[in-house]
């Protein structure tokens, strides 16, 4: 309660600061933001019932990390993830990177895509964390809250959307170099090309480490290629892929350490799409494919036998998207859209000796729906959204999904919204057929959520409140078996959560400052998920010098549910400073928990303590 005081408090004196500036703020020029993710569309978020929180690009490198997975937790109210090393996150056991919402998430309950594309493992269901990089990104769109009309399963919880980066005229080209504590080095490059109408975005990315653990070592290559041409004044193609190899060791909990665990992994993914303009219709076509091979080694304890195979699986989803939004006149949208997925893969273990090969898993599964969504300027102060998906799977069946809201706004920038949306996720392939406690017979989990909302938007300034409450039910949890020995996969979990999130944001002269605090009460706690998080960062830049720093607070972090639950609290601090010495050349210096607090976020993983990297970024 001290500290929501203390954000409440730190809120109301930048709101005070403002008032007292409002004679300075009217020369400054503010660009209207618009987001594509809660409505498939470019639309001001005034007129959406949804919260989406806006990270930029600028904002990402404002860090220097090449995973944007630290920014978003630091910058998105009620969003946070786990982490188990400087970087890196792996799949299979002991894996980090779980994104929770509101505390609703890990697993396959918050979507990721790339401009618009879904990105799960076709087996298990799950996002892979390692493969989202900041320099891919334009700006990262978070929806939080259920965002299953337009997306179907896996929005149960919220949607992060990478939006890729644009082209501009001529040739731009990016680089940065970085080295430091635990023999971690980063590289990164990026070059963007438009002549006429053919544009070209590439990319490439490598980073590695020792890690501040035995047997903790990651290494990465990322490279991305998005090309496009302008047919016509209404209609242009594209088309992008994307390859992420990692390979990792997994330590195990530093009570139970692991030896000989390995993972290599490759994911890949490629779309190509055809969108049209016609100002009063506008839509998209998009074929994707996604796909993933999968080689892991999970080790063993110490005096247990050394595995005799490893676990290899390869994985895949493909389908469309179809959408087409109409504005028959002022005030109006109606947006309709068809998606289908075909997804799945085959899983096996490979023994060394080469004697046999047991197959785990082959199988697939589909999933089509339709959506409509309706949204209605009533005032000139008034809108409301109403839509409805329907969505049928081929093993779960058909689910129903409805959203309403209404958005107030007026000519002081205050902007109010009302919101009632459900969320549902299928069961995914592992959960049905991988791996006692498998169970065929699972059926959707689904959830509600009510929330109240107002932001103020101002050319300093920028203000917002949100009060949400969830209630979730049907979900997929693992209970003993009632016939005998053993345990099975069972729609027998329910929940309810509910709390308030706080964001502000304020600029003078040379300072830039952001604070963000999220309050979340879970009735039956999930690990991952905090109940108190406040950031506050400063940022000063003059000239050719720039300093920032921010400090992050969580307390009440579950890392152990059950009888006996265990909580985390701690305090992070860091800082970097950079200087232009050249227009091109930047050289820069970041310190990450430069206090030395010794914390986890996934139990037994501590986490390093004081972490320091230097390097240069060049700009042409």
Known sequence: MKKSLLIISALCAVSSVYAQSDTIIDKIVIHPEVVVTGSRNAIDPRYLPLTVTQITNNDLAKNYNTSMIPALTEQTPGLFSTSRGIIGYGVSTNSAGGIKVRGVGDGSRILVLIDGQPQFAGLMGHPIPDAYQSFMAEKVEVLRGPSSLLYGSNAMGGVVNIVTREAEDGIKTEFMLSGGSYGTAEAQGMARIKNGKFSAVLGANYQRTDGHRYNSGFEQITDFIK????????????????????DFN????????LFDTQADILRGLASISATNNYGKTSGCVRFFYDWGHHEINDGHQWGQPEKEYLYMHNDFITGATIYQNFNPFNGS?????????????????????????????????????????????????MSADFGVRVDNHSQAGTEIIPQAGISFYTMNKDNIKLLVSKGFRNPNIREMYMFPPQNAELEPERMMNYE???????????????????????????????????????????????????????TIGAWKFDANYSYLHMDTPETGAPENKIYFAAQYTKGKFTARISEQSISGLY?????????????????????????????????????????????????PKATFMGGICIEL
């Open 227 to 246: 090309l496009g041409y302008q047919l016509s004044r209404n209609w242009k193609i594209s088309g992008d892929i994307d390859l992420t190899y990692f």
């Open 250 to 257: 997994n330590p195990g909990p530093e009570n139970a350490p």
């Open 452 to 506: 109240v909302s107002y932001a103020k938007n101002l050319r300093r300034l920028k203000l917002g409140i949100n009060v949400f409450y969830i209630k979730g039910d049907n979900l997929i949890t693992t209970v003993p078996r009632t016939e005998g020995q053993g345990m099975i996969n069972m729609n027998t979990g329910e929940f309810e959560n509910y709390g308030y999130e706080l964001s502000a944001g304020y």
């Open 559 to 607: 890392i152990t549910t059950g009888k006996d639950p265990e909580t985390e609290d701690y305090n992070l601090v860091n800082a970097n400073v950079s200087y232009r010495i050249l227009p091109a050349l930047r050289l820069f210096v970041k310190g990450e928990n430069i206090l030395g607090e010794k914390y986890q976020t996934y139990k037994g993983f501590y986490m």
């Open 333 to 381: 949208r109606i947006t309709v859209g068809l998606d289908y997925q075909h997804y799945g893969g085959e899983a096996w273990n490979d023994f060394f000796n080469g004697d046999k090969t047991y197959l785990v898993e082959d199988h697939n599964q589909d999933e089509i729906a339709g959506y409509i969504d309706l949204n209605q300027q009533i005032t000139q102060w």
